[in-house]
Structures are given as C-alpha cells and as structure tokens.
C-alpha cells in the first residue's frame, strides 16, 4: 500500500501528526508513506526512520510572489513530483482549502482515494469547502486532543476504528536520538502568537531556579524578538545560561535530544520535546491545554490553561516531572 500524509504547517501541528506513522505502520505492515510538508520543516522529517520520500512544499513562500517566473517553475516541478507516484490514499490531515488542494492533485491508483475531516473540532482550523474537494470525509468527534484527532482520521478512513487505539499512548519516531542527557533545561520560550508567552520575568526568575539547583539553562533563539529574550536571559544569569546558535530544526532536535528536560510555552519546539520523550512542562497562557498539551505520559505535563502560571506552578510541575521520569534522565 501506498500512502500520501498532507500536513503542511505549522511545526507543532506536524509534530503532533507524527504517531499517525506508527499507527499506519502497525496496521499495515510494509505500507510506503510518503508526506507532503513546507520546506521549513522538510529537514526535521528528515529525520523519521520509515517515510519513504518526503515532499518539499513552498505555499508560503510562493505566496509572496505569486506571478514570478521562478514561482510558476517551482510550483511545476512540485507538481510533477508528486504525480510521479499514485498512492492507493492520500489523507489530509489538516483540513484546509490549501492543503485539500495539494491531496486533490495528486495522482491515485486505480481503486485510490483521498480523504479529509468531515466536519469541525473544538479549537481545530478547519475549512468547510474541504469536504467538496475530495473524494471523502470522515465525521469526527467535536471535542478531543490534537493528536488523538489525527488518529481518529486515519484509523476512520482506513477502517481500524477502535477506541482502545486510541487510548493507547501516541508513539512518536524519534527514540533513536535519545543521548546521553547533560545537566541542562531547555527554554522553549519562542511562539508566533503572542497570547502564548510568558512574561520574561517569569523566566528570569525560573532561570535562576534551575541555576541555583545545578543545571544550565540552554536559550534557543530563531529571530530577533527570540534572540532579544534570550540576552536578557544571558544577562540576568551569566555563566548559567548558553544561548544556542541559529541552526535547522534538525540539527535543534539532535541538541535537544541531550538535554535533561524542556521548560516550553505551547509551541513546535515544547511539542518536538514531547516527542523526545523527555520530562516536559508545557505553559499555557490561553485555554488550549486539553488540545495541545501533553498526553500518555506522566512525565510530561500542561499547567495553566484557564490562567497565566506562576513561576512556582511552573516549578513544582517540573520537579512532580522529574520523580516520575525514565531513570536514566532524573
């Protein structure tokens, strides 16, 4: 069998998508999968043992310049790549009229077909004329997890439905990138929505906190407004703090993979963290934690939700973490 994942963007969303590859695997051995995502997260893919190709896609870019002959080339070649296969399903995991669109092009097999979300979740992007685009849809329930709302299409399209798969713990594809942990706690303090932040003087005092207990305090930084918080950090804390190069998210996981926790806002880098199986505490300054947070893990864990946490909630779910976490990270 061969399949075709759409998920383009964003990052935590297609990291979020990842145990669908598991499931997939598991029922159906020997399955070829295959996944279209943007250029910016085509590396970190990169990474997943079991995807046969992965697809290049520069919507977002291309948007820019819509009419520029490099645009139309690029936008062709695309195309001609990803009909150079037919799949016996293309599923789209992300419900959009941009996503639909790229699962509407691409080639099927005899007996093939593509397939997307039939109708809305709670706090879920979704747009109605999917549901014309391709050749079918799934119902979905109204209110679950992020990750267990991938699963469910999947499992519902491909007729493996059955809630105890479900409840199962997700299982992500990045174990064979675990390392040897360093004494070290890496901020995830970047978001592209600004009512995912936490004040930086919250992380300041949580920064010294992690200093005073012994572990350095590793700063990510992909732009200037990261890049900004990140001095005030190195200011604030000195010799406690390293501020991590710019580097592709690839090369970002493999450093994250030898840290000994994640302290993160809801966001890719916090979800990839998740991924890692580290010990995890994800921040949540808006009312999306039973959406996005961690789930099957007992170390990894959402405080806030309903309000902005403090630094001592924060701290205390972090410490619950690391008494429960695997031996060779506590």
């Not at 190709?53 to 001609?80: D, G, I, M, N, S």
């Amino acid at each position: 069998m061969k399949i075709l994942v759409v998920k383009l963007s964003s990052l935590g969303d297609v990291v979020q998508t990842l145990p669908v590859l598991h499931d997939l695997a598991t029922q159906f051995p020997g399955a070829q999968i295959d996944w279209v995502v943007e250029e910016a997260f085509a590396d970190l893919l990169g990474q997943v043992p079991g995807l046969r190709r992965v697809l290049p896609c520069a919507q977002r870019r291309w948007r820019k310049t819509p009419f520029a002959a490099q645009t139309r080339a690029e936008w062709r070649q695309f195309w001609a790549t990803l009909r150079g296969e037919a799949y016996d399903v293309v599923i789209d995991f992300q419900g959009l009229i941009k996503s639909a669109r790229v699962a509407r092009g691409a080639r099927l097999t005899e007996s093939g077909f593509s397939v997307t979300y039939g109708n809305r979740s709670e706090l879920c992007a979704y747009e109605w004329p999917v549901r014309w685009m391709l050749d079918r849809t799934v119902p979905m329930d109204t209110r679950l997890h992020a990750v267990a709302r991938t699963r469910q299409l999947a499992a519902r399209a491909l007729g493996f439905d059955d809630p105890a798969l479900l409840r199962q713990a997700p299982v992500y594809p990045f174990a064979h990138l675990r390392a040897q942990q360093q004494p070290a706690v890496f901020f995830a303090h970047g978001t592209t929505r600004e009512d995912n932040e936490w004040p930086t003087s919250h992380w300041l005092a949580l920064g010294r906190r992690c200093v005073d207990a012994g572990f350095e305090v590793w700063v990510p930084q992909s732009n200037e407004r990261e890049h900004a918080l990140a001095q005030q950090l190195k200011a604030g804390l000195g010799d406690g703090v390293q501020v991590l190069p710019r580097t592709s998210l690839a090369e970002l996981l493999g450093v994250m993979a030898t840290c000994h926790s994640v302290l993160g806002v809801d966001s890719g880098l916090s979800h990839l963290a998740v991924a890692l199986d580290l010990p995890v505490v994800e921040i949540f300054s808006q009312a999306r934690a039973w959406r996005a947070g961690p789930v099957g893990q007992a170390h990894q864990c959402a405080v806030g939700g309903d309000h902005v946490p403090e630094v001592t909630e924060v701290w205390d779910a972090w410490q619950r973490c690391r008494l429960v976490a695997p031996a060779a990270v506590q």
